[in-house]
């Protein structure tokens, strides 16, 4: 492919920023309207669970495929449908007259979501072939995605107060739009060579190991361990034994698993969802608090949490700078490291005026992982070869979404179970399930037993964000031993790489 202008890379990485910040909005966009939407749909609690989530379930179970479609038939291709799909559910998604219509629309909004965050990766890496551009646009996309999963409440807010529910889907149209015409004109088609026909069968396969997983791993954090979700948790990991196997019988596999056989990548990928794992897990338990134990306006607490975001356009690029001098594995084990104080401070959250220490807290754990996340992403694209870029893409952000789910279950019920203890039994059952219900219950007693109610419920909330935040510093310490034992082995940024990378063994 001929080397594009200086000024045209830049431009076409413009577009690809388009995509990846309404995705990442979009995954968090939606808690503040649905309040609005259950107004007016009057959906069932089952489906109410199923609006908020589908998104992510299609999302997380499409990324694999998608990611070989691209490699397959052009990445630039299939960014464009996926921005016309997402585009167009976008729109049917504002005009929905029922809760069914709103779940089918939030899935297809899905499938287009798993289009766009692999394809806008490779071409980024196919974009900026130079290693020292390509670490520079890394840490932009990963300050936009940070951006966009921050602005999703705060522009949902803003939008509600002037606007109706529908308005926060149709604000995906005109930026999807713009995206379909500069897309072609700014982006050049890359792809795999070989471009053979995709396995049907194993992408049937990679959406039944994620899907389940994904599931069970949130019902177990709304619900504890039960048998619906340890079923579904068994189904993923059986179903997943057989999606490996079948890879390592195809000619052209789904995913080539002689990736995951370089150190770098597959340490790279480990690491990175341990990452996500703590700030997802984390970011559960900090929202909560802004709201329902200091007492915030959700558009005040999304105001209050934009430090920690904007924190990623200065960390991201400094961490770069600094795989330019040490070695990546030390850079990553002290950004675990500083994320590390980060979760250390949150334990020391009073229960009342301590919105100063969990912003502290908060803004240095967002710093920490950043600028880990924002070194393994360009690690995890510099490993995999050109013509696998949409794969390995795809494998990371699979990770990162599975790492999510994981978060939220195992720090989530930590949080939950000291809760349960501390609230003690003699409280209503809506009161001891979690603070919200607290909350509810508080509203219909009389004067000091309501006040009473709440002020144990904030303190035992409190309490359980304390041990959800050690948990949290308890995987930093992991994460970055994992990151200095697989990674020490990646010369810094510019040097000269071993002549033969380190490789594991797959069995």
Known sequence: MTPLPLRSKWLGLGVLLLAVLLVAMDVTILYFAAPYISADLAPSGTQQLWMLDVYGFVLAG?????GALADRYGRRRVLVLGAAAFGTASAAAAFAQDADQLIACRALMGVGGATLMPSSLA??????????????????????VSGGSALGPLLGGVLLEHFSWGSVFLVNVPVMVLLVVL???LLPESREPSRARIDATSAVLSLCTMLPLVYGLQRAAVDGIGVLSAACLAGGVLVGVVFVARQRRLTV???????????????AVAVNLMAMLALVGYALFTTQYLQSVLGLSPLHAALWTLPAPLSVGVV????????????????????FLLAL?????????PAHHG???ALIGTVVCTMGLAGAMTLLTDLILGAAPAERAGAASAVAETGQELGGAIGVAVLGSIGAAVYRHDVGAGVPRAAHETLGGAI???RGLPGRSGDALLEGARVAFTHGLHAAALGGAVVMVVGAATAWWTLRGVAPHGAEEPAEPRELALA
């Open 183 to 185: 897309a072609p004109r």
């Open 316 to 335: 991201a690029p400094l961490a770069m700078v600094a795989a330019q001098r040490v070695r990546p594995a030390a850079v990553v084990a002290a950004c």
């Open 253 to 267: 596999p789904l995913i080539d698993l002689a990736l995951f056989r370089n150190v770098r990548f597959s340490g």
């Open 123 to 144: 071409l980024l890496r196919n974009l900026f072939p130079d290693d020292a551009e390509r670490r520079r646009a890394v840490a932009i996309w990963t300050g936009v």
């Open 62 to 66: 499409l990324l694999i495929t998608m």
């Open 355 to 357: 919105l100063l220490v």
């Open 440 to 442: 509810e219950v508080a």
């Open 341 to 349: 104080c980060g979760f250390l401070v949150m334990t020391r959250v």
